[in-house]
């Protein structure tokens, strides 16, 4: 039995063994209360939180007593002005060991992957039937609706939104500078994904809403379904009464299933409206703002990058209030009608 | 402190204890004389610098043939390098080059934005796969991904050739047609790669980025244009 100090433990087992160190209360059972937010089923955090903890007072317990050897020699042979100086630095010491270790904890905590395994744990079925109720606006509204919690269905959208842009920029002929370009696409789907969420969660955290980050990341991740589909008809087919019809309808629809499943979670008028008139408005702004200005962006990037040096490029106008059926069709039929 | 820690120890009272020379001690303790020159046999340091270079071609050569003929093979998965990956995406980034919007200054984004396509698209693909239960390592998918980039370069190859004889809609149809062949083959092949590795209700799921992935690769190949 080790008669010793406290801090030295027989840690031979993985979990951690009976630990002299629990058992005379050396250890902390104290659980952090605000990790324990969105991840309140996966224990694994927990156990590793804990274990890494021990692991750390461990070593934060051994370099104490090593130093203090050392320092309780300094401070005799020095006299008062030792003392002064041995006093500051100790307390540096200790500040920099506390920043290291929470910094440690902090990485081992958020750099490992397994974080997000939880949210990743869907079926096909699932994923599908998300999907179309995404366009399905349910009723209730007096009772909390139930949101899913899961970041593979919104991550694919988003992906799936950004292969349709750059799709949308081929065919609209500006095909200069694809790397400023590719990166346009992502930061502006991405962007709108993160920064909207946050942007919602924010306002949903003073109105006090009923719903966390995930659940946000999630319904949104899922109303860019919509968008998906009315900008991969209206790249193709680029008819402006379509597209209004299109945007509203669609459009209409995801934001109204949005819009209904936080109404089902805030409470008063006024809450209700500012929240889901924000995300209403920026919802249906950003399908038009995909569909119009996009190009309109591609087309400024193109003319502040080149400057005077005008490639002799042809531009395409988008803006023609006739049936344009997208460049390759076109060529097809105008070498159709040249036989 | 030497005589607290004695005492500490478990078996303090039996440090006089000693064994008598009368007890015969057996055993085999003969040690593996071959040792050394097994070492040497493994050892590639003498060997021509040919053959170490050899080895290595032929084991990516190995690879690309089994991309060819996707079987469900492990060859690839057990050995995995990014050798092949590195060379396809060069040879695709370098045929990538020369478009339409190429005048003298814009090499570089095309050529930087194909890799960072490349080797990112595969890196997320690989932590989704992982996520969703894969049993396959990081770099063994990222070896799979890459070398199911060859199709696509061989119809890349193809495209140019066809686009030196005219880019009218017969050589519109043909290269849609070569590119989209090639796509349907490089998403056949990572499947039957990377499909075993996951557990068989979510096949789709792991599937659908990797479609996505070689789709945007195989759209920017059909857009090329060459420059006048």
Same mark, same amino acid.
């Given at each position: 039995?080790?008669?010793?100090?406290?801090?030295?433990?027989?840690?031979?087992?993985?979990?951690?063994?009976?630990?002299?160190?629990?058992?005379?209360?050396?250890?902390?059972?104290?659980?952090?209360?605000?990790?324990?937010?969105?991840?309140?089923?996966?224990? @694994?955090?927990? #156990?590793?939180?804990?274990?890494?903890?021990?692991?750390?007072?461990?070593?934060?317990?051994?370099?104490?007593?090593?130093?203090?050897?050392?320092?309780?020699?300094?401070?005799?042979?020095?006299?008062?002005?030792?003392?002064?100086?041995?006093?500051?630095?100790?307390?540096?010491?200790?500040?920099?060991?506390?920043?290291?270790?929470?910094?440690?904890?902090?990485?081992?905590?958020?750099?490992?992957?397994?974080?997000?395994?939880?949210?990743?744990?869907?079926?096909?079925?699932?994923?599908?039937?998300?999907?179309?109720?995404?366009?399905?606006?349910?009723?209730?509204? !007096?009772?909390?609706?139930? +949101?899913?919690?899961?970041?593979?269905?919104?991550?694919?959208?988003?992906?799936?939104?950004?292969?349709?842009?750059?799709?949308?920029?081929?065919?609209?002929?500006?095909?200069?500078?694809?790397?400023?370009? #590719?990166?346009?696409?992502?930061?502006?789907?991405?962007?709108?994904?993160?920064?909207?969420?946050?942007?919602?969660? @924010?306002?949903?955290?003073?109105?006090?809403?009923?719903?966390?980050?995930?659940?946000?990341?999630?319904?949104?991740?899922?109303?860019?379904?919509?968008?998906?589909?009315?900008?991969? +008809?209206?790249? !193709?087919?680029? =008819?402006?009464?379509? =597209?209004?019809?299109?945007?509203?309808?669609?459009?209409?629809?995801?934001?109204?299933?949005?819009?209904?499943?936080?109404?089902?979670?805030?409470?008063?008028?006024?809450?209700?409206?500012?929240?889901?008139?924000?995300?209403?408005?920026?919802?249906?702004?950003?399908?038009?703002?995909?569909?119009?200005?996009?190009?309109?962006?591609?087309?400024?990037?193109?003319?502040?990058?080149?400057?005077?040096?005008?490639?002799?490029?042809?531009?395409?106008?988008?803006?023609?209030?006739?049936?344009?059926?997208?460049?390759?069709?076109? !060529?097809?039929?105008?070498?159709?009608?040249?036989? | 402190?030497?005589?607290?820690?004695?005492?500490?120890?478990?078996?303090?009272?039996?440090?006089?204890?000693?064994?008598?020379?009368?007890?015969?001690?057996?055993?085999?303790?003969?040690?593996?004389?071959?040792?050394?020159?097994?070492?040497?046999?493994?050892?590639?340091?003498?060997?021509?610098?040919?053959?170490?270079?050899?080895?290595?071609?032929?084991?990516?050569?190995?690879?690309? /043939?089994? /991309?060819? &003929?996707?079987?469900?093979?492990?060859?690839?998965?057990?050995?995995?390098?990014?050798? $092949?990956?590195?060379?396809?995406?060069?040879?695709?980034?370098?045929?990538?080059? %020369? $478009?339409?919007?190429?005048?003298?200054?814009? %090499?570089?984004?095309?050529?930087?934005?194909?890799?960072?396509?490349?080797?990112?698209?595969?890196?997320?693909?690989?932590?989704?796969?992982?996520?969703?239960? %894969?049993?396959?390592?990081?770099?063994?998918?990222?070896?799979?991904?890459? &070398?199911?980039?060859?199709?696509?370069?061989?119809?890349?190859? /193809?495209?140019?050739?066809?686009?030196?004889?005219?880019?009218?809609?017969?050589?519109?149809?043909?290269?849609?047609?070569?590119?989209?062949?090639?796509?349907?083959?490089?998403?056949?092949?990572?499947?039957?790669?990377?499909?075993?590795?996951?557990?068989?209700?979510?096949?789709?799921?792991?599937?659908?980025?990797?479609?996505?992935? &070689?789709?945007?690769?195989?759209?920017?190949?059909?857009?090329?244009?060459?420059?006048?």
């Amino acid at each position: 039995m080790s008669a010793g100090s406290g801090s030295r433990n027989t840690n031979t087992e993985p979990w951690g063994s009976f630990d002299d160190n629990l058992i005379q209360g050396g250890g902390s059972a104290v659980i952090d209360m605000e990790n324990m937010d969105d991840t309140s089923g996966s224990s @694994f955090e927990d #156990m590793g939180e804990m274990h890494q903890r021990m692991k750390e007072e461990e070593e934060v317990a051994a370099e104490a007593a090593a130093t203090e050897e050392d320092n309780a020699d300094d401070g005799e042979f020095l006299g008062m002005k030792g003392i002064k100086g041995q006093l500051g630095r100790q307390v540096a010491d200790e500040v920099w060991q506390a920043g290291k270790r929470q910094a440690s904890r902090a990485f081992n905590l958020y750099a490992n992957i397994d974080i997000l395994r939880p949210y990743f744990d869907v079926e096909p079925v699932q994923v599908r039937s998300r999907l179309i109720e995404s366009m399905i606006p349910v009723r209730m509204i !007096n009772f909390p609706q139930k +949101i899913a919690g899961e970041l593979y269905g919104p991550l694919m959208l988003v992906f799936t939104l950004v292969a349709i842009l750059l799709h949308g920029m081929k065919t609209s002929g500006t095909v200069i500078r694809e790397g400023t370009l #590719m990166g346009t696409a992502i930061g502006t789907c991405f962007g709108y994904w993160l920064g909207v969420s946050s942007f919602i969660y @924010f306002l949903a955290y003073l109105v006090n809403a009923q719903i966390t980050m995930l659940q946000m990341l999630s319904l949104l991740g899922y109303g860019l379904f919509g968008h998906c589909a009315v900008l991969l +008809i209206s790249y !193709n087919i680029h =008819f402006h009464f379509l =597209f209004y019809v299109l945007w509203l309808l669609v459009g209409g629809l995801s934001t109204l299933r949005m819009v209904a499943a936080l109404l089902s979670r805030t409470v008063g008028q006024t809450p209700r409206l500012l929240l889901c008139g924000t995300l209403s408005l920026l919802h249906m702004l950003f399908l038009l703002y995909l569909h119009f200005a996009y190009h309109k962006i591609v087309e400024g990037l193109l003319d502040t990058l080149e400057g005077p040096n005008m490639a002799p490029m042809q531009r395409v106008a988008r803006d023609v209030p006739e049936l344009m059926l997208n460049a390759t069709v076109r !060529n097809l039929g105008a070498s159709l009608r040249a036989h | 402190m030497a005589a607290a820690g004695e005492a500490s120890k478990p078996f303090a009272g039996l440090s006089d204890v000693s064994i008598s020379e009368d007890i015969p001690v057996e055993g085999d303790i003969s040690v593996p004389v071959g040792s050394s020159r097994k070492d040497d046999e493994f050892s590639t340091l003498d060997e021509p610098v040919k053959e170490t270079i050899l080895r290595d071609l032929r084991a990516v050569g190995y690879k690309f /043939v089994h /991309v060819l &003929y996707p079987k469900r093979s492990s060859a690839l998965l057990r050995d995995w390098d990014l050798w $092949g990956p590195l060379l396809l995406c060069v040879t695709l980034a370098l045929l990538l080059q %020369g $478009g339409a919007a190429d005048s003298d200054d814009q %090499g570089g984004p095309q050529f930087a934005e194909v890799f960072v396509i490349v080797w990112f698209g595969s890196i997320i693909i690989t932590l989704n796969s992982k996520l969703l239960g %894969g049993t396959i390592s990081f770099f063994q998918s990222l070896c799979v991904l890459g &070398y199911c980039i060859m199709p696509l370069t061989v119809a890349m190859a /193809v495209c140019r050739i066809v686009l030196m004889g005219g880019s009218g809609t017969v050589s519109f149809a043909v290269r849609l047609a070569v590119v989209t062949a090639s796509f349907g083959w490089s998403t056949f092949a990572s499947t039957a790669f990377l499909a075993d590795s996951q557990p068989p209700n979510r096949k789709a799921l792991v599937v659908y980025p990797v479609f996505l992935f &070689y789709f945007v690769i195989g759209w920017m190949i059909l857009t090329f244009s060459p420059s006048q």
